[in-house]
C-alpha cells in the first residue's frame, strides 16, 4: 500500500439523471473539486439536437466544469467535443470509454471499445485536435473479468494524447455490483508511470474507503459517484479524513433545501419536482421512518406540496 501524503483532489462522477446542474453546485459547495456533467452523445450533438444540448448547461459557480462525450467516430467526437467548447466553455472534455449499459455498448460505444486500442487513440488524437481545453478518457479494467484491457487502452489514450486517464474498478459485464479491483487500478498507474495523473474511481463510500483506495492505487485523485447520492457532503467528509480533522455533517434539512431551490431555479416544476423525488428518497434513506417518507416524496406533485416536505423532514433532525 502506497503513502497518501497529500489529500487527493477529489471528482464527482457524471451520473445519467444525477448529475445534473443542481447537484453539481451542490456537491461543489461541499467539497467536490471538479465536477463531470451527466454523458452527452456526441452524435446528438452534431444532430442539433435541443434536449442533448441541454445536459451541458451549467454555471459559473461549477466551475471547473467537464462536459462528457461518447461515441464511436472520431470525427464525430471531434466535432462533438468542438460544439460542447464553442457553446458552452467547460474546463476539459471527457470520453466515455467504460460504460457498461446495454444500449450503449450494442452501439460499439462505451466499454465496447476497450479492445480497439487503435480506435481509442484515433478518438483521443481527433478530440485533442479539436479543442483547447484539457481531454481525458473514463475506462473500465475490460469487459469481462477474463482479460484486463485497461492497460492497452489507457496507453493508447495517453499515446494520443489524453492530459489524464480515469479507471473504474470494475469489468463492464460486472455493471456495478461486485467490489472494485483496486490492486489492478495500480497495475493501470504502473504501466502509464508514476508522474502521469490516473483518476481511481469505484467502491468509495466513506472517507475509510477512500483512504483504502488511495493507499492501493497510489492515485492522488479520486472520483466518487453514486455514494454521493443523498450524501453530497461525502467530499467534504472524505477531505476531512485526509488531513485528520474532525468532520462536521452540514444539516441536513438545509442540504436538502438548497437542492431543491437550485433545481426549480434550472428547471421547469414538473421536470424539477419529478428529479428531486430520487434526490430526497436517498437524503433520508436509513433514517426511521424512511419507507414512509419515500412514499410520500413519490406523490408530491408541486413545488409547495415539495418544500412542505421537507421543511417536515427538517424539523425530525
Not at 480515469?166 to 508522474?195: N, W
Not at 441536513?252 to 433545481?263: D, N
Request: proline share 5%; aromatic share 6%.
Amino acid at each position: 500500500m502506497s503513502d497518501i501524503t497529500k489529500t487527493p483532489k477529489l471528482y464527482l462522477a457524471p451520473m445519467a439523471g444525477v448529475t445534473d446542474s443542481a447537484f453539481r453546485q451542490v456537491c461543489r459547495s461541499l467539497g467536490a473539486d471538479y465536477v463531470v456533467g451527466e454523458m452527452i452523445s456526441a452524435k446528438a450533438l452534431t444532430y442539433g439536437d435541443k434536449k442533448t444540448a441541454l445536459l451541458a448547461a451549467f454555471m459559473d459557480c461549477e466551475r471547473p466544469v467537464i462536459l462528457q462525450i461518447f461515441g464511436n467516430d472520431h470525427g464525430i467526437m471531434a466535432e462533438g467535443a468542438k460544439i460542447l467548447c464553442e457553446n458552452f466553455s467547460p474546463d476539459g472534455i471527457d470520453i466515455n470509454m467504460g460504460c457498461p449499459v446495454p444500449k450503449i455498448t450494442k452501439n460499439g460505444e462505451g466499454s465496447a471499445l476497450l479492445d480497439k486500442p487503435e480506435l481509442i487513440e484515433k478518438i483521443v488524437r481527433a478530440v485533442k485536435s479539436a479543442v483547447d481545453v484539457p481531454v481525458s478518457v473514463k475506462l473500465r479494467l475490460g469487459r469481462t473479468p477474463s482479460k484486463l484491457l485497461a492497460i492497452a487502452a489507457a496507453l493508447a489514450a495517453k499515446s494520443a494524447g489524453a492530459d489524464f486517464i480515469c479507471v473504474h474498478g470494475r469489468f463492464a459485464s460486472q455493471m456495478y455490483a461486485p467490489p472494485v479491483y483496486p490492486e489492478l487500478i495500480r497495475e493501470v498507474k504502473t504501466a502509464l508511470g508514476e508522474d502521469y495523473p490516473l483518476i481511481a474511481n469505484g467502491d468509495v463510500v466513506d472517507a475509510e474507503s477512500a483512504l483504502r483506495l488511495a493507499g492501493i492505487t497510489g492515485c492522488d485523485r479520486l472520483m466518487i459517484g453514486r455514494a454521493s447520492l443523498g450524501r453530497p457532503w461525502i467530499f467534504g467528509e472524505i477531505k476531512a479524513a485526509f488531513a485528520g480533522e474532525k468532520f462536521t455533517c452540514p444539516d441536513i434539512g438545509e442540504t436538502m433545501a438548497l437542492h431543491a431551490r437550485l433545481a426549480f431555479e434550472s428547471k421547469p416544476e414538473k421536470v424539477a419536482v419529478n428529479e428531486l423525488r430520487k434526490h430526497i428518497a436517498a437524503y433520508v434513506k436509513g433514517f426511521k421512518g424512511a419507507a414512509a417518507l419515500r412514499d410520500r416524496v413519490n406523490r408530491t406533485e408541486t413545488k409547495e406540496e415539495l418544500f412542505a416536505l421537507i421543511d417536515g423532514i427538517s424539523r425530525m433532525f
